[in-house]
């Protein structure tokens, strides 16, 4: 059973990120997936909160959505994240809340975000989490499907991974379609 509600007459707020009264420092190109090596995921939160409140070269703003291990509330405190959807990966019942046993509706949401935002950036924190409650294969599946459409569109996908975590095989097989970053490239 889903732990994931819907809500269908909800009202649709803007998600894009006043801004922060910050430069660009983070440059991640349209359609690429990069897998960060890092733990905790602070590059990859800071790399994302950067895009999303910051405007590129020809003043395009990306829109973000973040889905994670960590509260929602604490995540929007500490990266000054008022309008970005934030999901939290939790094991318990409630709006903004995807079990991580249920790959599917974390794939749809995903897969929604790419088609309905042209220039959008997801970040995915909890990989570890979601491969502890599914098979390494299964989740790997997900990650390849998300891939597919993220290099079709001008979206960008961080996936921040504790290399101590997988096997040297697994970290190859996330790589393999990926950009692998051990430190973020900032922009010019």
């Given at each position: 059973?889903?732990?994931?509600?819907?809500?269908?007459?909800?009202?649709?707020?803007?998600?894009r990120?006043?801004?922060?009264?910050?430069?660009?420092?983070?440059?991640?190109?349209?359609?690429?997936?990069?897998?960060?090596?890092?733990?905790?995921?602070?590059?990859?939160?800071?790399?994302?909160?950067?895009?999303?409140?910051?405007?590129?070269?020809?003043?395009?703003?990306?829109?973000?959505?973040?889905?994670?291990?960590?509260?929602?509330?604490?995540?929007?405190?500490?990266?000054?994240?008022?309008?970005?959807?934030?999901?939290?990966?939790?094991?318990?019942?409630?709006e903004?809340?995807?079990?991580?046993?249920?790959?599917?509706?974390?794939?749809?949401?995903?897969?929604?975000?790419?088609?309905?935002?042209?220039?959008?950036?997801?970040?995915l924190?909890?990989?570890?989490?979601?491969?502890?409650?599914?098979?390494?294969?299964?989740?790997?599946?997900?990650?390849?499907?998300?891939?597919?459409?993220?290099?079709?569109?001008?979206?960008?996908?961080?996936?921040?991974?504790?290399?101590?975590?997988?096997?040297?095989?697994?970290?190859?097989?996330?790589?393999?379609?990926?950009?692998?970053?051990?430190?973020?490239?900032?922009?010019?």
């Open positions: 059973m889903s732990l994931f509600l819907f809500k269908k007459n909800r009202e649709k707020k803007s998600i990120e006043s801004g922060l009264g910050i430069s660009r420092k983070y440059s991640l190109s349209p359609g690429k997936s990069y897998v960060v090596e890092e733990t905790p995921p602070s590059i990859s939160f800071d790399a994302f909160s950067n895009l999303i409140s910051t405007a590129d070269g020809k003043g395009n703003k990306p829109v973000g959505i973040a889905f994670t291990r960590q509260h929602p509330d604490l995540v929007r405190e500490k990266y000054g994240l008022e309008n970005t959807p934030i999901y939290w990966l939790a094991t318990r019942a409630g903004g809340v995807i079990s991580p046993t249920n790959l599917g509706i974390l794939t749809h949401t995903m897969i929604k975000f790419v088609e309905d935002n042209e220039n959008g950036v997801i970040l924190d909890g990989l570890e989490y979601l491969v502890s409650n599914n098979d390494f294969n299964k989740v790997l599946r997900v990650i390849d499907q998300l891939n597919d459409h993220i290099s079709q569109s001008g979206s960008r996908l961080i996936l921040p991974v504790d290399p101590r975590v997988f096997e040297p095989r697994e970290l190859a097989l996330l790589e393999r379609n990926m950009e692998k970053i051990s430190a973020m490239t900032t922009a010019e």
